[in-house]
């Protein structure tokens, strides 16, 4: 196998290539002046299994091209299978009809997937594991949870209590918890389709002087950390943390957590950014490995 590093993930392809022992193979690419996508292989792919490792945080558009382009240049030169390892999937939250008129934006964007050569899909903490099964092609996903857990526990959050801040999330803080052996809790989330606003049900945990960690799978906007930190601190909470899998923080998001008396922000590098402390490389790795 070789690793074809995406313009958005240089950094994360080259530490993964690293940790398999193959070797990458070069892209050269640009936007014209127009603003068009382009690329071009600086290496051989005949006859190889390559893995095109590329998130599509923001600009998602332009980065999802990148990829279908990128696999249509692998595919033509000759690679005889073609992998999308997307640590962030974009769209994947708009995996159903949620308004009339709407469209399953995930499902398009795996038929464009498909239509460019791609042959399967890794990708991290997708938003809802079944969108997958819809995919045309195999396609799974690898949870970064116990990798962030670990580095938490290693930073001494051991018996921190481990929060989601909504029902989609439970299965995020019953895996910290094997790793922190603390308590875990989640928070019951409506968001307001037409206006993005978030609220959330108050629970009543006991959480008095504990040290809090929200976990989540994606932070965007920051309205839901803040909302479940707000929550926290009526309860009395100890210092409160947030961890996610992929930190869009788009914006403000950051100075708005916190300002809701979150201590500190933890990412991994899915989203290249300040708060990426946690590599995603060995998990991309070993699930590489799994073929
Ligand atoms: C949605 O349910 C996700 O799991 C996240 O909670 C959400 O995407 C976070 O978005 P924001 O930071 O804008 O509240």
Not at 140 to 159: D, H, N, Q, T, V
Request: hydrophobic content about 45%; aromatic content about 6%; charged content about 25%.
């Amino acid at each position: 196998m070789k690793i074809i590093p995406g313009p958005a993930s240089q950094g994360l392809a080259e530490r993964t290539a690293e940790l398999l022992g193959v070797e990458t193979v070069p892209l050269a690419f640009k936007h014209f002046p127009d603003g068009e996508s382009y690329v071009r292989l600086e290496g051989n792919v005949e006859n190889e299994e390559v893995a095109i490792v590329q998130t599509t945080s923001p600009p998602q558009d332009s980065r999802l091209l990148q990829l279908a382009l990128t696999a249509d240049a692998a595919k033509r030169n000759g690679a005889i299978k073609v992998t999308a390892v997307v640590p962030y999937l974009a769209y994947a939250r708009q995996d159903k009809v949620f308004l009339r008129g709407e469209t399953v934006s995930i499902e398009t964007v795996a038929r464009m997937l498909e239509a460019a050569g791609v042959d399967a899909v890794l990708t991290v903490n997708v938003h809802q594991e079944a969108t997958l099964q819809t995919f045309p092609f195999p396609a799974r996903s690898a949870s970064a949870i116990p990798l962030i857990a670990e580095y938490l526990k290693a930073r001494g959050f051991a018996g921190a209590f481990a929060l989601a801040p909504d029902k989609g999330a439970v299965y995020i803080v019953e895996q910290a918890k094997k790793v922190l052996g603390g308590e875990c809790g989640y928070l019951e989330k409506q968001r307001d389709r037409y206006t993005g606003q978030v609220s959330v049900e108050r629970k009543a945990y006991t959480v008095k002087g504990k040290t809090v960690v929200i976990f989540d799978d994606i932070i965007s906007s920051g309205g839901t950390i803040v909302a479940a930190a707000k929550i926290m601190r009526e309860l009395d909470a100890g210092e409160i943390y947030a961890a996610c899998v992929h930190p869009l923080l788009v914006g403000e998001a950051e100075k708005h957590i916190l300002e809701a008396g979150v201590h500190e922000v933890v990412g991994t590098d899915s989203v290249p950014s300040h708060v990426s402390r946690v590599s995603l490389a060995p998990l991309l790795s070993k699930e590489l490995q799994r073929g």
